[in-house]
């Protein structure tokens, strides 16, 4: 799973978005909480190893398939 760092205007701190590997598309930016861009990465990463944001950020990418899916 990819991810991008970015900035908003007008915020110092960097924000992550995950790339759904499905649509192709970035999810929802999250605030990494920091202006220094190498701990924003390092975060980014420690963020898509950890296995309750992952659980989180697979949610965000499955809920929508699931939610198409008739019983």
Same mark, same amino acid.
């Given at each position: 799973?990819?991810f ?32 220094? %861009? ?12 950890d296995?309750?944001?992952?659980? %989180?950020?697979? %949610? ?12």
């Amino acid at each position: 799973m990819s991810f991008c760092i970015s900035k908003r205007a007008n915020y110092p701190n960097y924000y992550v978005s995950y790339k759904n590997p499905l649509t192709g598309k970035y999810g929802t930016k999250k605030s990494t909480g920091t202006s220094d %861009r190498k701990l924003a990465e390092k975060i980014a990463y420690e963020w898509l190893f950890d296995q309750k944001e992952l659980a %989180r950020v697979q %949610r965000k990418v499955f809920e929508p398939i699931i939610s198409l899916v008739n019983f």
